[in-house]
C-alpha cells in the first residue's frame, strides 16, 4: 500500500540554527499536508501544498512540494524554543483514495 | 468558533467497564474523525463520518462503536477493552473528506484528544 516515510525521527538543535525534516512517498500524492504537535497537545495544522513544485512560507517556515509530487519538506530558519514538537506530514493519494497517509514524524527538540 | 471539543479528557476504565467518548463541533463541518494515537507514533485513522454517515471503519474492533447523532457530534462508544487500547484517543472535522480537493476543504480541525488507561 502507500507509504510515506519521514526523516529524520529526531532531530535536537541549538536555538537559532535551522531545522529540516523530509517525506518521501512511494506514490504519487494529490496534495500533502504538514502538521504540529507540541508535547502533550493535538496535532495543528500548519499548511497544505497542492500544486507541482509549490513553495509556501510562514514566517520562519518554508514547505515545499516536489515536482513529481512525491516529496515535500519542511524547513525552519532560526529555530525557537516555541519551535519544539512533532511535525508531520499527511499525504493524500491520487485516484479514489479518501484517507491521509501520515509519515511517523520528526520530534524536534531546541536547546535553548 | 473554531474549535473542536472533546471530552472527557482522562479517562481510566475496568475491560468489564462500559464509557463513552464525546466530540463536537460548529463549524458546520460535514466529515469527522476518530482517530488512535500512541505515545511517539503518528495518529491511526478509525472511523470516518461524512454527512452523519459511516463512510470509512479501518476494521476496527467492534468493542469500539462510533455514533453520529448529528452533525455537529461525534460520540465513540467502548465496551470491553484491551490494556492494549490505552492512547489517545483524537476526534476530528473538516468541511469535506478527503479527498475532494479544495485548499481548506481537507484541513483536520482536531480536538485535545482523551487520554485513555484501560486497566
Known amino acids: 500500500g502507500q507509504q510515506v516515510m519521514q526523516i529524520p525521527q529526531y532531530q535536537h538543535v541549538q536555538e537559532g540554527e535551522d531545522f529540516t525534516t523530509y517525506c518521501n512517498s512511494s506514490t504519487t500524492l494529490s496534495n500533502i499536508q504538514w502538521y504540529k504537535q507540541r508535547p502533550g497537545g493535538h496535532p495543528v495544522f500548519l499548511i497544505q501544498?497542492?500544486?507541482s513544485g509549490e513553495v509556501k512560507k510562514q514566517k520562519r517556515l518554508t514547505f515545499q512540494f516536489g515536482e513529481a509530487k512525491k516529496n515535500s519538506s519542511l524547513h525552519i530558519t532560526a529555530t525557537q524554543t516555541t519551535d519544539v514538537g512533532t511535525y508531520f506530514c499527511a499525504g493524500i493519494g491520487g485516484g479514489n483514495n479518501r484517507k491521509l497517509i501520515w509519515g511517523l514524524g520528526t520530534s524536534l527538540a531546541v536547546n535553548p | 468558533d473554531t474549535e473542536v471539543t472533546q471530552t472527557p479528557k482522562h479517562l481510566v476504565m475496568g475491560m468489564t467497564n462500559k464509557k463513552s467518548l464525546k466530540c463536537e463541533q460548529h463549524?458546520?463541518?460535514?466529515?469527522m474523525y476518530w482517530y488512535k494515537q500512541k505515545a511517539k507514533k503518528p495518529p491511526e485513522l478509525m472511523f470516518v463520518?461524512?454527512?452523519?454517515?459511516?463512510?470509512i471503519n479501518e476494521s476496527v474492533p467492534s468493542r469500539f462503536s462510533p455514533e453520529c447523532p448529528n452533525s455537529s457530534l461525534l460520540n465513540l462508544h467502548l465496551h470491553a477493552l484491551q490494556p492494549e487500547d490505552s492512547a489517545l484517543y483524537l476526534c476530528a472535522s473538516s468541511h469535506g473528506t478527503i479527498g475532494t480537493g479544495g485548499d481548506s476543504y481537507e484541513k483536520l480541525f482536531f480536538g485535545s484528544g482523551t487520554q485513555l488507561s484501560v486497566l
Open positions: 501544498l497542492v500544486k
Open positions: 463520518y461524512s454527512y452523519e454517515k459511516l463512510s
Open positions: 463549524m458546520g463541518h460535514r466529515a
